[in-house]
């Protein structure tokens, strides 16, 4: 097979992606829309050309060599935003493990870099192929190089061979940098010859042939205008084009033989796809099933127990219940293990739940135990109808606490982060799915031990560290108790009114029906409304709606783009409208159906507690926290969510703007917290320090536009970000913010400081001293230190935020017992706490709940919070 150089312009490619890409965030807080896009335009052109080398070039800097012919080139461009800057790090990552070489030159652009690369593989025999967004390159077309631009998105790509070029332009390539010194290029900021765009600059060079003959052509020129503006800019058209012209001689100090491409390494790049939440990628290159061997691991020593012996049930024991599945509410107990000073145990369940020594034990609160995972294990012995007591130490939470962004998916993942490297994974030793229980107690024993004896030995260890990082207390006062309450809601799960779920998904249907007919009526004729394809021919060919995007399959139609299509024509909300309801229907009314216990008719939620960097809960199977309410049958979803009793009713109570609130507490801004000592609406007061207007003047758009800002400066916007938040420029809302902070100089003072402790420390830490570490703040590379700095700010806000509603929640479990209440806590949502109560409990509640949430922690400023009750959960919103 013939060499093939594959040469990519990654600066151009990833500013493609990032500008054809909604903003995307994976679970870690980093934008990843430029990395994705990047790598699908990657993934097409490794299938598609099948290359032996590939290289990567990127611009070393603002300032080339062309700066000093023209100090304003490129001069017009603005500045990268802060949430595509810190993506190119993981760009330089993803490629590295691709095993593709990335190169760039002090003082040359990317262009010059694969000019001089073209050039010297297409005299060695190979043939090239140039992947860019920008048009430029096309100058370095020929028989041997196909140079392939992307156009609408990354991977819709247009080829510009010498024939394409004389088709498209009727010019040949070497006209390319003629027609650009003639037209000039806005981008660049390359002037070129006012008055002379494309269509004229193409017409010039059919006859003059280049801008030097031209020039000495000019008294030829017909067109008065035209032959006046070359006499004027005559030297500007000469250095137009010199501006244009991609260097091939750049002194590189790389050579072909080190561009070799193997080919994707699976064991290189699952990991980066999984880090960085890339599913759908995974699933592309088979990344979610690979094969995993078990490890070659040293046998450990250890009685499997037949019949239980007073020996073995000693306080300060090490306990690990084996549940595999990450659903465990179903799972089966595989196994347990009991370690302690007199030996290792393995017990089967059917040995331990046939003990009434053994239960006895495990729900005797003296007897202290040391487990991984308290709620996982609470909740699981519940199903056989044991309370499990004197939990003392959690090596999952200890862990958790110590460093939250540790990527944990199982208990090997704890253990390796702790140095303990013979426990295989869950995955390596049971297999997937099915065929994960499967395994005799014989042969999953000694895998069950290792984590006991893991546990049992790290305790000290950790909970030494947990002391002298000041965090000892966070431990045992807030997260242990925490995770007690959360097993408790986990069990008690919340009841669905299933009558009622039935009849909003008919309400829907009914609905959808309905606004197909319109859709069909508006389109004149019927077609699949799901399928992107044919709705794309509908809306571009038929209705002759501005394309903005284009896929490899044909046109977009993601939500992006039908929203720029809103005022263009009717149809475009109704199909917006029903791809929201459509949502509706299959992710929560049949997806909360799929997953109801047919014998209680409620779901049992699981609550992640050491899952978020910034401490905050999360929840699955299914995920209350993010039922949509934009929409009203979004809303009214909640309708079926109901007291399990008679004659109870939902009372919910939440914080008001807690965020602004710890925000003000912490950087002590007397602006901010005079506006809440004296219960101002925040957003409000905002617009009239920084419109500089009284209260009545205040606009809707002015309180919109604030409360954008208010939002957006605890999670440390950008310019760019508050730009598209609002729909202004970026040039306007970089005003917005400075104006923001001379209103606010203590906030401003807050990000300073703070970023500066970071650096020294190497972390930040919230109000009970959750620490969130940030390595990369001292990065050299401006990008990963700005990504960084932005973390410093915002995670000692959304932290402690989430520690305060935590220990409300401790507090209140607390109460709730003092006063002897039948109330139960079912959820909790962001800053939001769901209880079911009876009627007559509702006016004790309406003054316990506030006072407990309110004094959770004391601040310099006063906490609020907000209460409601009803029949459903819709009502007590």
């Known amino acids: 097979m013939a060499n093939k150089v594959v040469l990519i312009d990654g600066n151009s490619i990833a500013y493609r992606a990032f500008f054809a890409l909604p903003l995307l965030n994976n679970d870690k807080g980093i934008h990843t829309n430029a990395i994705y896009g990047f790598t699908m335009m990657l993934m097409k052109i490794l299938e598609e050309e099948k290359p032996s080398h590939v290289l990567v070039a990127f611009d070393a800097g603002k300032t080339t060599f062309r700066h000093s012919t023209y100090k304003e080139y490129k001069g017009g461009r603005q500045k990268t935003p802060p949430e595509l800057s810190e993506q190119f790090p993981y760009i330089r990552e993803l490629l590295k493990a691709y095993g593709i070489v990335h190169y760039e030159l ?48 990354v991977t819709d790509i247009e080829k510009y061979t010498p024939a394409h070029i004389a088709e498209k332009y009727g010019l040949s390539v070497q006209q390319i940098v003629d027609m650009k010194g003639l037209m000039g290029d806005s981008s660049d900021n390359i002037p070129g010859v006012p008055g002379i765009g494309e269509k004229t600059a193409i017409k010039l060079l059919k006859e003059f042939s280049t801008v030097e003959n031209l020039l000495e052509s000019i008294d030829q020129v017909s067109g008065k205008k035209v032959k006046e503006n070359l006499t004027t800019y005559k030297d500007q058209a000469v250095m137009s084009k010199e501006l244009a012209t991609i260097f091939r001689e750049a002194p590189i100090e790389i050579t072909l033989d080190q561009l070799q491409y193997d080919g994707i390494n699976n064991e290189k790049i699952i990991p980066f796809f999984k880090e960085l939440g890339f599913q759908s990628l995974l699933d592309k290159i088979g990344g979610s099933s690979e094969a995993v061997e078990a490890e ?31 659903n465990y509410q179903n799972a089966p107990i595989l196994g347990i293990t009991v370690i302690n000073d007199n030996d290792n145990y393995y017990i089967p369940l059917k040995t331990a739940m046939g003990s009434d020594s053994f239960k006895a034990w495990l729900e005797d609160e003296t007897m202290k135990k040391f487990v991984y995972d308290a709620k996982r294990s609470i909740v699981s012995l519940r199903k056989h109808g044991v309370e499990l007591r004197g939990i003392a130490f959690d090596l999952l939470i200890a862990s958790y606490i110590l460093n939250p962004s540790e990527n944990i998916q199982d208990f090997s993942d704890v253990a390796k982060v702790h140095g303990y490297t013979n426990i295989s994974s869950d995955e390596a030793v049971y297999g997937k ?82 606004i197909e007919e319109e859709i069909y009526r508006l389109a004149g004729e019927t077609f699949n409304i799901n399928s992107p394809k044919q709705l794309g021919v509908i809306l571009f060919e038929k ?46 009314i049949e997806g909360l159906l799929k997953v109801v216990n047919k014998e209680t008719n409620k779901v049992y939620t699981r609550f992640n507690q050491a899952l978020t960097q910034t401490g905050r809960l999360s929840s699955t199977d299914p995920n209350l926290q993010n039922i949509p309410i934009r929409l009203e049958e979004g809303r009214k979803i909640r309708q079926a969510f109901v007291p399990s009793e008679r004659d109870w009713v939902i009372f919910a109570a939440d ?28 957003h409000t007061k905002t617009a009239m320090d920084v419109f500089h207007v009284e209260k009545d003047e205040v606009t809707s758009n002015m309180r919109r536009q604030a409360k954008a800002v208010n939002f957006g400066i605890v999670y440390g916007i950008s310019d760019y970000g508050l730009s598209q938040n609002l729909g202004i420029t970026r040039k306007e809302a970089g005003k917005f913010i400075d104006r923001y902070f001379a209103s606010y100089p203590g906030v401003k003072q807050f990000m300073t400081d703070i970023v500066q402790d970071a650096k020294q ?23 990963v230190r700005s990504f960084a700095e932005r973390t410093a700010m915002n995670t000692p806000i959304q932290g402690s935020a989430a520690d305060i509603i935590k220990k409300a929640m401790i507090d209140m479990a607390k109460r709730l017992e003092k006063e002897q209440l039948q109330a139960k806590l ?24 506030p006072d407990v949430m309110e004094h959770a922690v004391q601040l310099k400023v006063p906490l609020k919070v907000d209460y409601a009750y009803g029949p459903t959960w819709f009502d007590a919103k």
């Not at 499997?304 to 012996?309: A, D, P, W």
């Not at 006991?452 to 950790?462: D, N, P, S, V």
């Not at 925000?663 to 901010?672: G, N, P, R, V």
């Open 655 to 682: 914080y008001s703007q807690i965020e602004l609130r710890v925000l003000a507490h912490i950087c002590e801004d007397e602006k901010l917290i005079d506006a809440f000592m004296h219960d101002m609406d925040i």
């Open 826 to 849: 079912l959820l909790q949502v962001h800053d939001e706490l769901i209880f079911e109560a009876p009627k007559e409990e509702i006016e004790k509640l309406k003054v316990i709940v």
């Open 543 to 588: 209705l002759g709606l501005p394309v903005f995007k284009k896929t490899k399959t044909g046109y977009s139609t993601s939500a992006d783009v039908l929203e720029k299509l809103q005022h263009d024509h009717e149809i475009v909300d109704l199909i917006l409208t029903y791809r929201q309801l459509g949502k509706l229907q299959s992710t929560y």
């Open 296 to 326: 070659q691991l040293e046998s450990v020593a250890y009685t499997f127990v037949k019949n239980i012996s007073t020996e073995m049930l000693q306080p300060d024991s090490a306990l690990y219940i084996e549940i595999i599945e990450d």
């Open 433 to 514: 799915g099915a065929k994960r229980s499967e395994r005799t107690d014989e042969e999953r024993a000694e895998h069950v031990v290792r984590k006991g004896i893991c546990i049992y030995q790290l305790k000290e260890t950790l909970v030494e560290e947990l002391q002298k990082n000041e965090q000892y207390e966070l431990f045992t006062d807030l997260e242990m108790p925490l995770s007690i309450i959360l097993a408790e809601m986990e069990s008690t799960g919340v009841q669905l009114d299933i009558g009622r779920l039935h009849a909003m998904g008919e309400e829907i249907k009914g609905k959808l029906e309905t």
């Open 106 to 153: 002090e003082n040359f652009e990317a262009d010059d870099i694969i000019g001089t690369l073209s050039k010297q593989a297409e005299n060695e025999g190979f043939e090239v192929t140039i992947v860019s967004g920008d048009k430029d390159l096309t100058q370095l077309a020929s028989d041997k190089t196909t140079v392939c631009v992307t156009r609408k998105g």
């Open 761 to 783: 420390k190497g972390y930040v830490s919230t109000l009970l001293k959750r620490r969130r570490y940030i390595p990369e703040i001292t990065s050299r590379n401006f990008n």
